[in-house]
């Protein structure tokens, strides 16, 4: 994360997740890693738009990871952005639109995804303007990510499958619950030298021609 999509001694990061949620091992251990300063949000600030603005520009901030459901209540509430500004999203399905919106307010958009049993984000895409959909990107460093069909086997390229992550992010098992450890973290059969799982998120998504994923949503009733 510290490589792509990237942070700095230089950046001042405002914290947005709550202390007990997964998401914020990476608000903190990455950025006091490389360096970084971390600014946090209260709870009060979090539920209002325009404070959590303020405390952004008050602080000058660098980067910020909201939902799209937070930075649509950012935009909504008059944040403006600034130049150099560097923002990431996750834990939602970000829309063409609000991409464009966050856009015209930095200079950075960076979409991530992952799961609390892959350490959080495990893929990331720079966001671009244009028509293009959003996709969730490419592998981050030490993750692999496969699509596969029901036989596990590899989807080819623009053909939708199961999305399954493994490498060192990917957590050894539930606590107390070998049955849903055994549903979800298999045997990585792509890599058995490595001994080690992949998570079966319950994703689907398929390759695109240029190496991105484009997530494709649930395999089940799950939101």
Known sequence: MSEVPGVTSNDIVCAVAPITFDVISQEIYIQHIVGARVVFADSDTLRDGQALAELIDRKGATLTQPTPTRWRMLIDDGWQGRPGFKAQTGGEALTRGLADEILA???ELWNIYGLTETTVWSTAD????GRDVPTIGRPLANTQVYVVNRAGLPQP?????ELLIGGLGVGTGYLNRPDLTAERLVPDTFRPEAKRRLYRIGDLAKWLPDGRLLHLGRMDSQV
Do not use: K
């Not at 720079?126 to 303007?129: A, G, K, M, Q, V």
């Not at 390229?157 to 499958?161: D, E, I, T, Y």
């Open 105 to 107: 307010r930095g200079d």
């Open 157 to 161: 390229v623009g053909v939708a499958g």
């Open 126 to 129: 720079r966001i671009l303007p």
